[in-house]
């Protein structure tokens, strides 16, 4: 099984700044199977980016993701009041078939 | 655009069967592959499964042996049964629509909270 450690736990900054999530695999993931959600309290996860890099429909380019092999990123230019939230990684491809990330918590500093 | 609406008892005895189905609306449920997600109280999320509209599936060992999938394509919905429940098996289930050559979910429902107590 494929374990996605994500860093750090939680991520206090203010509005505008920028914020970098890491995700580690535990073994080398497809950088076409590596994808990122933004959850709010209340809601469901929200796709952002898939394959890496990729935004999915409707997401804002503040939004950008990188990486391969077993390190990948999501970075968030400038945080606007809207984005404090948090985000998964998510792979495909090791069983179980897809495994997620224990997820990040962006808040307000 | 597809909307995925969840539905089911709110509340399951130990040891009994927690039935959910999720209605498709805005699209063809024939055209793609249909995935559970779960997610305990204040925790992360858990992938259950997914199927396929001819009914093929693929589960996560860890519930294999307690989860059974259907769909049903005249109705335009898909269905989890968990058996065997316990108190770990609280969470906020979630349907979704798996997007299979990018491995993402591209669509969720708001998902239902089931608590499983006697």
């Known amino acids: 099984e494929i374990v996605l450690t994500q860093s750090p736990g939680t991520l206090s900054l203010s509005p505008g700044e920028r914020a970098t999530l890491s995700c580690r695999a535990s073994q080398s993931v497809s950088s076409s199977y590596l994808a990122w959600y933004q959850q709010k309290p209340g809601q469901a996860p929200r796709l952002l980016i898939y394959?890496?890099?990729s935004r999915a429909t409707g997401i804002p380019d503040r939004f950008s993701g990188s990486g391969s092999g077993t390190d990948f990123t999501l970075t968030i230019s400038r945080l606007e009041p809207e984005d404090f939230a948090v985000y998964y990684c998510q792979q495909f491809g090791s069983s179980p078939l897809f495994t997620f990330g224990p997820g990040t918590k962006v808040d307000i500093k | 655009q597809v909307q995925l609406q969840e539905s089911g008892p709110g509340l399951v005895r130990p040891s009994e069967t927690l039935s959910l189905t999720c209605a498709v609306s805005?699209?063809?449920?024939?055209?793609?592959?249909w995935s559970w997600i779960r997610q305990p109280p204040g925790k992360g999320l858990e992938w259950i499964g997914y199927?396929?509209?001819?009914?093929?599936?693929n589960i996560n060992p860890s519930v294999k042996s307690r989860v059974t999938l259907s769909v049903d394509t005249s109705k335009k919905h898909f269905s989890l049964d968990l058996s065997s429940v316990t108190a770990a098996d609280t969470a906020v289930y979630y349907c979704?629509?798996?997007?299979?050559?990018?491995?993402?979910?591209?669509?969720w429902g708001q998902g239902t909270l089931v608590t499983v107590s006697s």
């Open positions: 805005g699209g063809s449920i024939s055209s793609d592959y």
């Open positions: 394959g890496a890099s």
């Open positions: 979704a629509r798996l997007k299979i050559r990018g491995g993402n979910f591209d669509s």
């Open positions: 199927i396929f509209y001819t009914g093929s599936t």
